[in-house]
């Protein structure tokens, strides 16, 4: 589970294939297997997973999408280039945006700029659990 949410952030599906291989040796463990026989199930089950259904997800994810032909994102890649809205003033010393119906903690580009309640910003970057914005034109 750990490993799936951490994944949901990089977005490389490495940790998602380890997971499947944690899984196979929880279920050997589950049904009383000896430790040497659920850590190569974890190796076996990790190694597998990487190189023989790794590649057909990434494949998919990456794959051409509708009519723009634009792939897919997801995690925080998703994020970067969405536009917001400020719903409380964004200045050197942070604000908030709304994404998508989530409200994230923002600072602007540029330490000047001000931007106010209402205005339509894109996102630029994303660090940690903030976001950098640029008003819109």
């Known amino acids: 589970m750990v490993l799936g949410a951490i994944e949901l952030f990089t977005g490389t599906l ?34 597998a997973s990487i190189f023989g259904l790794r590649p057909f997800l990434k494949q998919a994810l990456e794959s051409d999408t509708g009519a723009d032909k634009t792939p897919r994102s997801f995690g925080t890649r998703a994020i970067e280039g969405a536009e917001a809205r400020v719903i409380e003033k964004v200045d050197h010393s942070g604000g908030l945006v709304e994404i998508a119906g989530d409200n994230w903690t923002a600072y602007p580009l540029e330490p000047d700029q001000l931007l106010e309640p209402g205005d339509r910003v894109t996102v630029v970057e994303i660090k940690g659990a903030t976001v950098i914005v640029w008003k819109q034109s």
């Open 14 to 47: 490495v940790l998602a294939m380890v997971g499947v291989g944690a899984v196979l040796a929880g279920i050997g463990a589950s049904l009383g297997a000896p430790f040497w026989l659920q850590a190569v199930l974890f190796g076996a089950g990790s190694v």
